[in-house]
Nanobody, 125 residues
Framework: QVQLVESGGGSVQAGGSLRLSCAAS????????MAWFRRAPGKERERVAA???????EYDEPVKGRFTISRDSAANIVYLQMDSLKPEDTATYYC???????????????????WGQGTQVTVSS
């Protein structure tokens, strides 16, 4: 069965960096868009970055220029490098597999069919 397991969360001061990892198993890794979402307390889940089967990357406005998504297809891992972190980046971060190959078709949570358990990121000022 499909499994997504995140790791790498933690606590960091503003301006610091963290790298999240998402290990995928149970399906052909290169067949689908993969994305990172986050949910902050009291807010809706939002997509922050995505990478498709052609390695085309997309970033949502709040993280542009600060976060970098990448994938290691040999190891079946998706990464999210987070630099210049801000307190407003505090959230639980989830990786997700899209129902589609292209991320342009994968912007809403309902476009994704498998989710990891989440990893907490806390940024203090």
């Amino acid at each position: 069965q499909v499994q997504l397991v995140e790791s790498g969360g933690g606590s960091v001061q503003a301006g610091g960096s963290l790298r999240l990892s998402c290990a995928a198993s149970g399906y052909i890794f290169s067949s689908a868009c993969m994305a990172w979402f986050r949910r902050a307390p009291g807010k809706e889940r939002e997509r922050v970055a995505a990478i498709d089967i052609t390695d085309l990357m997309e970033y949502d406005e709040p993280v542009k220029g600060r976060f970098t998504i990448s994938r290691d297809s040999a190891a079946n891992i998706v990464y999210l490098q987070m630099d210049s972190l801000k307190p407003e980046d505090t959230a639980t971060y989830y990786c997700a597999r899209s129902r589609y190959a292209l991320c342009s078709q994968s912007r809403r949570p309902e476009d994704f069919d498998y989710w990891g358990q989440g990893t907490q990121v806390t940024v203090s000022s």
